[in-house]
């Protein structure tokens, strides 16, 4: 069975008979801090949801999509919650669909939009905004807003970018920022007028993935997929942004996420398998974090207090595999190219921090393959999945070691929780 469900006969019967219609049975675990901060893991490959206990680190209950009549190959891609816990939000790719839940993790509202992706609340207004997935290649220039209280009431915004994907919105919520992933074009726009100022970069394509503010100033930081270069900007006040700095990172940066006070940058990198640790105010790369737990890093956030950084790892071979097909090359060549097959050029080394220490992983085997590929194409559920369950990796930001590897469920891609900078 895909998944391990623990009921007693009686608790079950109980739980049936008080719980609404439309309330989810789960994988259910007794936890001691009911009060904890949750993490919510999107499970692309599998159409759950993981819900983590912050505390205990443990995944206390699996949402599965499925027995709310979505398919499973719906495509959860991004979960966000609200900053009191009162609910969460996640994006189905292939349902075209957003839903939410309360904290109960019942649904309780949703809506319509092709290909949703990315996601975004507003600090002030009951505004959620939503980009579009990688996996659509041709979709509107636009992104969806909807009152937070009625999904169905969504409507969609024109950004005059083709494929907006990145999305983020600084804490005075003035402006909501885009970005394009065919054309090196951002865009801030204004929430309340729905009007925007464009930016156009220079140069190379970036394929700009994901962007983050800085939870002071007017700093934000874009990942670039083809360039490996963290991005800096400065934001005007009429959300207009002036490109000031380029930091290279790893191959493939996807979800960046700043520390509470604003000094760091964390930068998961999809085809390294590797942690940029950036000084925000330096620019410049501090520590590069190499684990056999990061397979295909993808998501990033932190605990409430910055000490713990979570990231989601995708752990698909198989795209790897699509990918060299697609490129004409032998997978085995692109192995050679990025690494061993196993473990890659990072085995148990920590780069720039010493030596191995140690760490209790709690993971087994399957999951210290090291696989080196993602790419435009496969960032929905257009292609067939391993069946390989994904994992979260905590991670020390203190001594940069990682201190618990938690195994969810297939293809773990965007992750949230109620933490917001």
């Known amino acids: ?52 206990n912050m505390d205990t680190h443990e995944v206390e209950t699996t949402v599965d999509l499925t027995e709310l009549g979505f398919s499973s190959n719906a495509s959860p891609h991004h979960v966000i919650a609200e900053p009191d816990g009162s609910a969460w939000y996640v994006s189905l790719i292939s349902e075209n669909t957003v839903l939410k839940f309360n904290a109960d993790n019942e649904l309780v509202s949703q809506g ?9 609340l507003h ?58 992933l065919a054309t090196n074009q951002l865009i801030g726009l204004n929430v309340e007028t729905q009007r925007g100022q464009l930016t156009p970069l220079s140069g190379m394509t970036h394929v700009i993935v994901q962007l983050a503010p800085a939870p002071n100033g007017t700093q934000i930081v874009g990942t670039g997929q083809l360039t490996a270069q963290l991005l800096f900007f400065d934001r005007a006040g009429d959300g207009r942004l002036t490109l000031v700095d380029e930091v290279t990172v ?59 950084l979570y ?20 997978a085995h060549a692109m192995e050679d190219e990025h690494g061993d097959d196993e473990h890659g050029d990072h085995g148990h080394e920590h780069h720039d921090h010493g030596d191995d220490h140690g760490h209790d992983h709690e993971h087994d085997s399957e999951h210290e393959e090291h696989d080196h590929a993602e790419h435009d194409g496969h960032d929905g559920h257009g292609h067939e999945t391993d069946d390989r369950r994904g994992t979260i990796s905590v991670i020390d930001t203190e001594t940069f070691e990682v201190v618990r590897v938690i195994e969810v469920g297939v293809y773990p891609t965007g992750i949230g929780t109620q933490v917001n900078y």
Do not use: C
């Open 123 to 180: 600090p002030e207004h009951d505004q959620l905004f939503i980009a579009r997935s990688m996996m659509a290649v041709s979709p509107p220039q636009r992104i969806g807003m909807a009152p937070r209280d009625d999904l169905a009431a969504l409507e969609e915004v024109d950004v005059f970018l083709d494929r907006p994907h990145a999305l983020t919105i600084p804490s005075d919520g003035a402006f909501v920022y885009s970005a394009s």
């Open 1 to 52: 069975m895909r998944f391990r469900r623990l009921f007693l006969a009686t608790a079950a019967l109980l739980l049936i008979a008080t719980l609404p219609a439309l309330a989810i049975a789960g994988q259910n675990h007794t936890v001691d801090s009911p009060d904890a901060p949750r993490l919510y893991v999107a499970n692309q490959g599998e159409a759950t949801v993981s819900i983590i």
């Open 311 to 330: 990231v989601s790892n995708n752990h698909q071979r198989q795209m790897m595999e699509e990918m060299a097909r697609d490129m004409g090359m032998d």
């Open 250 to 308: 790893g191959a493939q940066p996807w979800h960046p996420v700043y520390s509470p006070d604003g000094s760091r940058i964390y930068v998961p990198n999809k085809q390294d398998n590797t942690i940029s640790v950036v000084d925000a105010n330096e620019r410049t790369v501090i520590e590069t974090i190499a684990d056999d737990s990061f397979v295909q890093p993808h998501g990033a956030v932190l605990s409430p207090d910055g000490r713990y």
């Open 112 to 120: 319509t939009m092709e290909a949703p992706g990315l996601m975004a």
